[in-house]
């Protein structure tokens, strides 16, 4: 197991050093100017000129990358072109958030969509299980932006009953920003008011969010069990007697869960790279809407520099998955 | 069976706890609907505001910013030596300087300071802290001076420096002598990015140190403003608190909070549901939404302008820049011909964009200068402008030799991704200019590119296009900032974006420019209306008005045209 996972570290490093190149060349080869995005309708052709020149744009391709790489080596991320924040920085402040977002959505996502699994696999062909693969579809199918606006319409606004964007009330809790993990922070600061209405604007993101997983842990469950419940060895347990919670939970769910993890660590790994739309529509600084908002600007630094941490992450993540499955099942053993 | 269910319940319970425990957003929004009668009357001090602004500021440097939402938040913390009196573009009172002197046709201006100004970090406001604040700027080095666009505009780096020096004469007195005479000097302090920094904070912040600053990053009690900046959190929020040592009349807030919220429908709905208190750029398609909801709209008078750039010269400026489009340009600009180019301003219809895009809150723009300039009037009374007349665009078409057989064939770009105060839809505006052009006899092309993209902003600005959507905020109220940044000869060449080669526009422009008396510079760029408007250089569509909503709770925000707006006297009723 050792060997195993210092073999797919030491392979992060050729596959980070080819990430690294790719986005390099991919965001300049795409359409779009860092100098004119910062300078808008106001650009001139000698401000443009005057603005790649200071951001080192007029330099050689290799000379600019060899820079890029340099700085990474030394654990420096760069500043971005557009508000000279320390990138490194920027990412430790928004990544928090993005983390208590994904965490809610998974919690959402396998606190129903396992039992919804279960259930609709026992009950196979009954209306149950239809309903369960109608809702299962429309989860997969709805855009999120039009979820979350819907959401905030009903619960934000029309019966307000959850608060309707940000990460805690502004106006009511001024909570000093230590680890920048919201809930955490909020009882760093013994305010448990403030604790509790920063998990109440976790709950409609995180269902906008969790919706599509939900949907998909909901169906894969589902299949998995099927296939466990036609095995050899449930239909043993069962005909010696074993009570059905015990051989669901002993024998059913544990074997179904393997690719249950799977999606799970996947949709991990996805979820922390951020969440565009449902960042935009609740007022969540995370990750997803700062590299989109790079992307926008031709922010060149915070693209390239942001886009290497969140793809470690997601090696990272999906190292854990493979690891955690000799956990679940003895059976695999990693060589 | 039943212990799944249990799951099921507990995750279903968890969910409906967390919704039931009944917190402050609720009562927030109550509180906001429940004052709404409440009305203004005496201000009341203390009390949070969020304000939702559509985002954060670019930098906590204020000499490192130039565009509105960064002002909005450092113009509350920094303060200029002379500010616009409130509501006004070009009323100009003490700010840091309580008085001054300096005529716009002479060379030396005196600022002399407010006695007992303290910065928010304890230090005194004195000439040596002013004069500091200048040689940093000027002293930019090239990584600043990117960022650093109104110092390059209004005072200019190293030889295009209008200044020749700065001094302090005692310790409140500070003498700018400038190399000539340059009217528009004194407007040009009034932005945000002249705001006056601590020298203490500008040393302990490595502030001239573009790899180590943290002027950028951190809130510093730099400033001398009526509120401090007390945290940022970027993407999230900008808390500022009461300065209470605040030279003039205190603000009313004990707190304001910027919020950012990118989308307008966002920045609404948070509104609705109590999370923020006010917010900026309301979508005009909204402005009933506002009302209806029972929260108050502020309108911004307009201080932009839509144009519609006509360049006769686009079709050789894309060749000899190799640029293919698709579909392709072929044979003459039709542009070329100035009947032509007045059929087009004939043929739209200005005032029917305004209810159909700008919420019919807005004006049609017969000059480059909103309304709310001093000098538009004086430049509207320069030519005839050429009215909606589509039966006369139609017999100007055929007077220059285009009919249904050989019909008039322009291509008409506009951006995408994009939305500006004066341009709230680009790709509906475009669609309703086609129509009225196609009804007069034009056969339309239609281009767009991405607004960043240099095949927008940059092909437009280069001269590549035969008509394109692009707008103006104003600066500052002053011709020159408007007509003069766009018609600017190079040289002996027109300006290439519009191709306006005049006879007379050169020397015209330049004798404006130089002007320095106020009745003969507003005659002389008077002339340079006219020779731009009588030759369709580009046709000037619309001033779109902007707005705020606030809930009714919320008093005293005056919004001023050009965006320059304190929160300090804004009040809350007292819950």
């Known amino acids: ?335 | 069976m039943n212990h799944r269910w249990r799951y099921f319940s507990i995750a279903a319970a968890l969910m409906l706890v967390l919704a039931a425990c009944t917190g402050t957003q609720t009562s927030s929004s109550a509180s906001a609907s429940a004052s709404a009668s409440g009305g203004g009357g005496e201000p009341t001090d203390g009390g949070t505001l969020v304000f939702g602004g559509a985002r954060l500021s670019d930098s906590l440097d204020p000499a490192l910013t130039s565009d509105g939402e960064s002002f909005r938040i450092l113009r509350q913390v920094y303060e200029t030596l002379v500010d616009l009196a409130p509501g006004s573009t070009n009323e100009l009172v003490g700010g840091l300087a309580e008085t001054w002197e300096g005529e716009p046709d002479g060379t030396v201006y005196t600022f002399h300071l407010r006695a007992g100004v303290k910065f928010q970090d304890g230090t005194d406001l004195n000439a040596d802290a002013v004069v500091a604040n200048f040689e940093r700027m000027a002293n930019f080095s090239e990584e600043f001076q990117a960022s650093a666009y109104y110092y390059g505009q209004v005072i200019g780096f190293g030889d295009d420096s209008v200044i020749e020096s700065v001094e302090a004469t005692d310790d409140m007195t500070v003498v700018f002598t400038l190399k000539q005479p340059n009217p528009t000097f004194l407007y040009g302090l009034v932005l945000p990015c002249f705001g006056i920094v601590s020298p203490a904070v500008l040393e302990s912040t490595n502030a001239d140190d573009f790899e180590n600053t943290t002027l950028t990053t951190d809130p510093v009690p730099g400033g001398t403003g009526p509120f401090i900046l007390e945290s940022y959190t970027p993407d999230d929020n900008a808390t500022l608190v009461r300065n209470d040592d605040y030279w003039g009349e205190k603000a009313h807030l004990d707190r304001l909070i910027i919020q950012p919220i990118a989308d307008p429908a966002a920045r609404l709905q948070a509104l609705q549901g109590g999370s923020i208190q006010g917010f900026d750029l309301v979508n005009p398609s909204d402005y009933g939404a506002v009302t209806d909801g029972g929260f108050q709209l502020v309108e911004r008078l307009s201080f932009n302008t839509l144009y519609l750039g006509l360049n006769p010269s686009a079709r050789e400026n894309a060749a000899a820049a190799e640029r293919t489009y698709d579909p392709p340009y072929e044979g003459e600009s039709p542009l070329k011909d100035l009947r032509v180019r007045q059929a087009i301003e004939k043929a739209i219809d200005k005032q029917a964009l305004i209810p159909a895009f700008y919420g019919d809150r807005g004006s049609v723009a017969t000059t480059f200068l909103p309304e709310t300039s001093q000098w538009a009037e004086s430049m509207a009374g320069a030519f005839t402008p050429n009215e909606f007349d589509p039966d006369g665009a139609r017999q100007l078409l055929s007077d220059a030799g285009f009919d249904e057989s050989n019909p008039a064939t322009i291509h008409f770009w506009y951006p995408t991704e994009v939305t500006r105060p004066y341009m709230p839809d680009p790709a509906g505006l475009h669609q309703a200019i086609t129509q009225m052009l196609e009804d007069v006899g034009f056969v339309v092309v239609p281009h767009s590119d991405i607004w960043d993209d240099p095949g927008y902003l940059f092909d437009g600005q280069n001269g590549m296009y035969d008509l394109h959507f692009l707008g103006w905020t104003g600066d500052w109220d002053d011709p020159g900032n408007w007509y003069g940044i766009h018609f600017a000869y190079d040289g002996d060449d027109p300006a290439v974006q519009f191709g306006c080669a005049v006879d007379g526009l050169k020397d015209a422009l330049d004798t404006a420019s130089g002007e320095a008396e106020t009745t003969a510079r507003g005659e002389a760029w008077a002339q340079v209306a006219k020779l731009i408007h009588d030759n369709v250089c580009f046709v000037t569509l619309v001033h779109g008005d902007t707005a705020l909503a606030f809930a009714q709770n919320v008093h005293g925000y005056e919004a001023n045209p050009t965006g320059s707006e304190s929160f300090a006297t804004v009040f809350m009723d007292a819950e």
Not at chain 1, 77 to 102: C, K, M, W, Y
Not at chain 1, 213 to 241: F, Q
Not at chain 1, 303 to 329: K, P
Request: hydrophobic letters at 55%; a positive charge.
């Open chain 1, 1 to 335: 197991m050792g060997k195993f996972i210092l073999r797919r570290l030491l392979l992060l490093i050729p596959i980070l050093l080819g990430l690294t190149l790719l986005v390099f060349l991919f965001i300049r080869a795409l359409p779009g100017d860092p100098a004119a995005a910062i300078l808008g309708e106001r650009a001139t052709p000698a401000g443009l000129e005057r603005v790649r020149e200071a951001l080192g744009l007029n330099k050689p391709l290799h000379v600019q990358y060899w820079d890029y790489l340099s700085g990474i080596l030394r654990f420096d991320l760069g500043r971005s072109f557009i508000n000279h924040r320390d990138v490194a920085d920027d990412f430790l402040q928004r990544f928090p958030a993005t983390v208590e977002l994904t965490l809610a959505a998974l919690v959402f996502a396998i606190g129903l969509g396992i039992p919804l699994g279960m259930l609709t696999a026992k009950r196979r062909g009954t209306w149950i299980d239809s309903l369960g693969s109608v809702a299962s579809l429309v989860g997969i199918s709805i855009p999120i932006f039009f979820l979350g606006l819907m959401l905030k319409f009903i619960f934000a606004i029309q019966f307000p009953i959850l608060p309707d964007s940000g990460r805690i009330s502004l106006a009511e809790y001024d909570i000093p920003r230590v680890t920048n993990f919201m809930t955490i922070d909020t009882l760093l600061a013994g305010e448990w008011g403030g604790f509790v209405d920063a998990l109440r604007h976790l709950v409609l993101p995180g269902i906008a969010l969790g919706t599509i997983p939900l949907a998909i842990i909901m169906r894969i469950t589902r299949a998995s069990v099927i296939d466990v419940m036609n095995e050899d060895y449930v239909r043993t347990a069962n005909a010696k007697g074993l009570a059905g919670r015990v051989v669901d939970n002993r024998h059913v769910l544990r074997n179904a869960l393997l690719p249950v993890v799977t999606v799970i660590g996947l949709q991990l790994g996805l979820l922390l790279g951020g969440a565009i739309l449902t960042e935009t529509i609740f007022t969540w600084g995370g990750v997803g809407k700062w590299i989109y908002d790079a992307v926008i600007n031709n922010d060149y630094q915070v693209i390239q520099s942001g886009v290497l941490v969140l793809a470690l992450i997601f090696i990272l993540v999906n190292l854990a998955v493979d690891v955690s499955y000799a956990f679940l099942n003895p059976r695999i053993r990693y060589s």
